[in-house]
């Protein structure tokens, strides 16, 4: 029995001195156990009690901790990380030294590195609510959302109420793509604390997203009352007041925006898109130097080029337009990095992964709310213009751009449709739930993502009843429509170039190709040309291909009073009109052959 006693004491005091202080007390506490009277197991367990608790055994030298506290204050955090090293060799358990060192490593941009040592302080202190706040915090700048949601629903539990944790688990939530979740969290921020300017933002942020624009304005406001002097905020409020139709108020904005921020690129762009330039505007000559300056990062001086070929166009000096144009995209494709071969890979993949119309996915339950119609093609086509048309039926609530469901499928591996199969019960829940909060009572919302296009296949099977919409335009004036537009996502990298445009307009004709092929007429094609011709028979055509009552509304898109969140929300506030899709032939002369091969 003794060589069994001494044979569990030495791997104890083995385990004690490598740091693994819970098995080594673990197995101390066997020994004494059977042997309460043992004195190596007495002497071992003192001496481990003492190192875990930071007694006099376990505890740095004063001066150790100083050295290191400070470097922390010399903001010198590499030398902190290099120093805390060995102090951590001889004290593994010594939280100063810990908590040193995982500052220092979020200093230098090792956030995982980071959250591991927060994660031992906290299996050390499990009641510190601050110490979880910033474990949380190190999880969700490492990218490890999930645990971030972990911990800070942990620190919930402990601080029922706190605005702040409320606010990064919202945070946490929106990096997970769960936005109904993040936006609770976000508002029960906002209501726990209504100064908490980071959760007003992050709430008028997502509201805004999500297209509802009144509500998001009115946090937006509340934040610029906390923070007068932010131009991001006063940016953000003349977006919003675009959405609206209210262009005077958004240039109001705009321009004590950038009285506080002379040199932003993103808020030259965005005062440039809501006014019609004149002769002799001091403002062209501002955005000119701001373009040469060396010093301008090229992503601000491409925003800068595609303001400048706004207000060349304006004026009427297309040559002028043509070549600021020409580089801002340029510009903004190598910054993306697109090749058309990565879009060539996923519509290849989508294709082969919906050889036959799947069938219905079944749901997690019964379908309950308003169906969706989804109006979609390529961006610039003219999906505003019809959801505008249908949304003013009494039926159907306007949707706008939802992310919800392009993000959910682009998320997956679309190698196969397994990955389809196992979330699709999920993805279709999530989506209702979007539906019914949005819509309310009403039958239909409508969904108006363009790149819904590449869903086709799964939006038949997750929605058997869903409407859909695929709106068509000239082909010439769609890509020259995206060429002019600087996005502010990355989700159309193939937008900055002609000749990957032409390519991608070759991709999208073959898959709706397939998609016709597979779904005849449960696809309704509208065409953008001959609704602006002709608008009543055509409007006429389509609320009865959608299964809805006549409804004269639907002919007064313009009075549609929605808020609109995308680049043509100043368009559909006028009457619809004819001429749009001519406005590329003022460029035909410098575009040359690149729009040779488009199908007329």
């Known amino acids: 029995m003794s060589g069994s006693v001494d044979k569990t004491l030495r791997i104890a005091k083995a385990q004690a001195k490598s740091g693994a202080f819970a098995e080594a007390e673990a197995l101390y506490r066997e020994v004494l156990a059977r042997f309460p009277s043992n004195k190596r ?31 922390a204050r010399a903001r010198r955090f590499r030398d902190l990380v ?94 997970q793509r769960e936005p109904e979740r993040a936006m609770e969290h976000y508002a029960a921020a906002v209501a726990a604390r209504p100064d908490l300017l980071p959760a007003r933002v992050n709430l008028g942020k997502l509201l805004y997203l999500r297209g509802e624009v009144p509500e998001a304005r009115r946090h937006i406001e509340a934040a610029v009352k906390l923070s007068p002097d932010n131009p991001n905020l006063l940016d953000l409020l003349g977006n919003l007041l675009k959405a609206q139709g209210d262009t005077e108020g958004a ?105 036959a119309p799947h069938a219905p996915i079944t749901p997690l339950e019964a379908p309950t709310g308003p169906e969706p119609i989804f109006i979609l093609g390529l961006p610039r086509s003219g999906t505003t213009l019809i959801e505008q048309i249908i949304s003013s039926h009494p039926d159907v609530v306007a949707g706008g751009e939802r992310e919800e469901l392009n993000s959910a499928l682009k998320a997956l591996d679309w190698s196969s449709v397994a990955g389809f199969e196992r979330e699709g019960a999920k993805i279709e829940a999530s989506y209702r739930e979007m539906l019914r909060r949005f819509g309310g009572e009403a039958g239909f919302v409508t969904d108006k993502m363009p790149s819904n296009f590449l869903w086709i296949g799964a939006i038949r099977a997750l929605f058997p009843k869903a409407r859909i919409v695929h709106v068509q335009r000239d082909p010439r004036a769609v890509l020259w429509s995206i060429y002019k537009m600087r996005f502010t996502g990355t989700g159309y990298g193939f937008g900055y170039d002609l000749g990957d445009l032409v390519a991608y307009h070759g991709l999208y004709r073959e898959l709706m190709a397939h998609w016709r092929a597979l779904f005849g007429d449960a696809v309704i094609d509208v065409d953008y040309e001959a609704l602006t011709a002709d608008p009543e028979p055509a409007i006429r055509a389509l609320i009865s291909a959608l299964g809805l009552p006549w409804n004269d509304a639907c002919l007064r898109p313009q009075d549609n009073t929605r808020a609109v969140n995308t680049a043509s929300n100043l368009q559909v506030r006028r009457a619809i009109y004819t001429g749009s899709s001519q406005d590329w032939q003022r460029y035909a002369h410098l575009i040359g052959e690149a729009f040779a091969g488009l199908p007329e």
């Open 41 to 71: 197991a007495q002497a071992g367990l003192a001496e481990l009690q003492a190192v875990r608790g930071q007694g006099p055994l376990g505890q740095p030298p004063r001066a150790m901790i100083e050295e290191l506290v400070g470097l």
């Open 82 to 175: 290099a120093a805390t090293a060995p102090a951590l060799a001889r004290f593994p358990r010594a939280e100063p030294i810990l908590e040193l060192r995982a500052v220092g490593l979020l200093n230098i941009g090792d956030h995982r590195g980071a959250a591991d040592l927060y994660k031992q302080l906290a299996d050390m202190r499990p009641m510190d609510v601050e110490l979880l706040g910033k474990l949380g915090n190190a999880q969700l700048m490492g990218g490890d959302a999930e645990g971030a949601v972990e911990t800070f629903s942990r620190l919930l539990e402990l601080r029922p109420g706190d605005a702040v944790a409320h606010n990064n688990l919202g945070n946490a939530l929106a990096n």
């Open 251 to 355: 240039k109001a904005q705009f321009d004590a925006a950038l009285t506080l921020a002379p040199k932003s690129a993103a808020i030259h762009l965005n005062r440039a898109l809501v006014q019609k330039f004149q002769p002799g505007d001091p403002q062209i000559a501002t955005l000119e130097a701001l373009h040469r300056n060396p010093s301008t990062p090229v992503s601000d001086r491409s925003q800068f080029g595609f303001a400048l070929a706004k207000a060349y166009e304006d004026l009427g000096e297309i040559e002028r337009s043509y070549a600021r144009l020409k580089q801002a995209n340029a510009e903004r494709k190598a910054e993306i990095g697109y090749d058309t071969a990565q879009s060539r890979k996923l519509f290849d993949q989508i294709r082969k992964a919906f050889p």
